[in-house]
């Protein structure tokens, strides 16, 4: 158990739709990652968040949004769901965001869209 | 630009084989960070090991062992005496220091440990 904790563990959906995807850290850890796992691309980083600011982004569309909150915990808000966003979406998290520190990952939110 | 690559789709192999995976990596900065990762079939991923490029020494952990070679870019993962648990994909991961924290992932390699 890694200690990062993500909801739902499956969500299935419909095109067009909108989803929630939540994150809550390790216990001590300032720093949130978003990261997309799809068949065609990878595993691909998307957003990352320290201490409630956005740090930094990657190939991360723009029907997508993610927010941290004071209690450290995160989301990632997709819109306008397509059928290529169907994914497993990873959460993981350290204790800051310097480079190399490890990241601990939770199990991932498979999205599904029908 | 920063890119990882895992030549190895998929390996099979018997239980109680050696395994090695390999990993080359490519990268402009001169101070970075090399990991290993598992993804068991059940999906999670699994922190396996830290490297920063200073440290050439191989590492060994039990029946895991990383050997890392600058001079050819890579860094590679080696598992004794293999197991039908360590069945999963494998990923190497690269965070130039110059990239932040963000992680960049090879393609993974499936391994199978057949009894």
């Known amino acids: 158990d890694s200690g990062v904790t993500q909801t739902p563990k499956h969500l299935i959906t419909a095109t067009g739709q909108r989803v929630t995807l939540r994150c809550s850290p390790r216990s001590g850890d300032l720093s949130v990652y978003w990261y997309q796992q799809s068949l065609d691309q990878g595993l691909q980083f998307l957003i990352q968040y320290y201490n409630g600011e956005e740090r930094a982004k990657g190939n991360i569309l723009e029907r997508f949004s993610a927010q941290q909150f004071p209690d450290l915990h995160s989301e990632l808000n997709l819109s306008s769901l397509e059928l290529g966003d169907s994914a497993l979406y990873f959460c993981?998290?350290?204790?800051?965001?310097?480079?190399?520190?490890?990241?601990?990952f939770g199990d991932g939110t498979r999205l599904s869209i029908l | 630009a920063q890119k990882v690559t895992q030549a190895q789709t998929e390996i099979s192999v018997v239980e109680k084989e050696d395994v090695t995976l390999d990993c080359v990596y490519e990268?402009?900065?001169?101070?970075?960070?090399l990991f290993w990762y598992k993804q068991p079939p059940s999906g999670e991923l699994v922190f396996l090991i830290r490297?920063?490029?200073?440290?050439?020494q191989n590492e060994i952990s039990g029946r895991y062992s990383w050997n890392f070679q600058k001079s050819t870019s890579s860094f590679n993962f080696t598992i004794t005496a293999s197991q039908v648990v360590d069945s999963a994909v494998y990923f190497c991961a690269l965070i130039p220091v110059g990239y932040g924290n963000k992680l960049v992932f090879g393609a993974g390699t499936i391994l199978r440990v057949k009894s």
């Open positions: 993981a998290s350290s204790v800051s965001p310097t480079p190399g520190q490890p990241q601990h």
């Open positions: 990268t402009r900065d001169t101070t970075y960070y």
């Open positions: 490297r920063n490029s200073f440290d050439e």
